[in-house]
């Protein structure tokens, strides 16, 4: 919690517990004597001063109680604290009644009850201490939790995303290197595909979210260059539905579909892949289905893969509750489906 926030909460505590004691001078509920000579102003504010001094005395000490191993020393000490602080507060009390207001000598004669009430003004205010500052603790302390939580899930998504990223560019590049040694003229077009793919991985990925258009354009530029080692022109269908305008998604989320479709697919049908994007006002929906060869593997099987279990990791870390990720496999076809409610 923020310091300006605990001053607000500590200010609007005393203008309650001033408000408390004029509360009789408000309805007209108190003895005209304690009227005369401001007696009943001075006995607000000696009593203000003294809760004061108790109040912040528990405040500051109650928390370095709660670092005991035995947490059942914690009440018999607040409760031999609250002792304490009165023995303190009974004769500051008396005196300035005595010397500073000058109350004659026989109406300060000592008394147990004025001790009991002054017991029970500091248990009071004592309680009042811990109460607020347990509060702020405990907010301070989930405030923290969430903070620690929100780290840890960033630092999870950087760490899936890094593995996201070795993957596509070895295969990228064993790709490349094919269309070299076999001196295609396709190898230039091949780099600078790879070289606007990289800028996206590099700067534009770099945030939580970022627009459709910007994720589809890089699916575009991924496609085109795994279309470079394949015969067929229409093997790959992408069609997107929808406005994209204003709408974002996390980035390199739908990738390992589509490379996982381009690795395990088969090259015989046209289209082989087919890729539909449904942009609708409440989900995206998205969906890649291909045709599959003799002996393929599924998604999170294939050796030094990054598997299905990272692309749900990610999913409940960036859409937790928000998400739906459903896979039909069959001997012909295998087919996901992506649901980002928004």
Do not use: C
């Amino acid at each position: 919690m923020k310091s300006k926030y605990k001053i607000l909460i500590h200010v609007l505590f005393w203008i309650y517990m001033l408000n408390q004691a004029l509360f009789p001078v408000y309805i007209n509920k108190i003895d005209t004597k304690l009227l005369q000579d401001f007696l009943y102003l001075k006995d607000i504010f000696i009593t203000t001063l003294l809760n004061i001094f108790v109040f912040y005395g528990i405040y500051f000490l109650v928390p370095y109680f709660l670092k005991f191993s035995r947490k059942w020393y914690i009440f018999p000490l607040v409760v031999l604290l609250a002792i304490v602080l009165s023995a303190i507060r009974l004769p500051i009390e008396i005196a300035y009644w005595k010397y500073l207001v000058k109350m004659p000598a026989s109406e300060l004669q000592f008394q147990n009850e004025w001790f009991w009430a002054t017991l029970k003004y500091t248990v009071i205010i004592s309680i009042y201490a811990m109460l607020i500052r347990f509060s702020i603790d405990w907010f301070d302390s989930q405030k923290y939790k969430d903070e620690l939580i929100k780290e840890r899930q960033a630092s999870e998504i950087a760490l899936l995303r890094s593995q996201i990223n070795p993957h596509f560019l070895f295969n990228t590049l064993n790709n490349i290197y094919s269309l070299v040694y076999s001196k295609s003229a396709e190898a230039p077009e091949a780099v600078m595909k790879l070289s606007s793919i990289m800028r996206y991985m590099l700067y534009d990925s770099n945030t939580d979210f970022v627009p459709v258009n910007k994720e589809i354009e890089y699916l575009n530029s991924f496609i085109e260059l795994q279309q470079l080692r394949i015969p067929q022109k229409g093997f790959v269908e992408i069609k997107v539905f929808g406005n994209m305008e204003s709408r974002t998604i996390a980035p390199m989320l739908l990738i390992p579909f589509v490379e996982n479709a381009f690795k395990h697919g088969d090259k015989n049908h046209e289209p082989g892949i087919i890729i539909h994007l449904n942009i609708e006002p409440a989900r995206l929906l998205f969906t890649v289905e291909n045709f599959t060869r003799a002996g393929n593997q599924p998604l999170g099987e294939e050796s030094g893969g990054f598997g299905l279990d990272n692309i749900k990791r990610r999913l409940g870390l960036l859409y937790p509750g928000k998400h739906e990720l459903n896979i039909e496999s069959s001997p012909e076809k295998y087919k996901i489906e992506l649901s980002i409610y928004t």
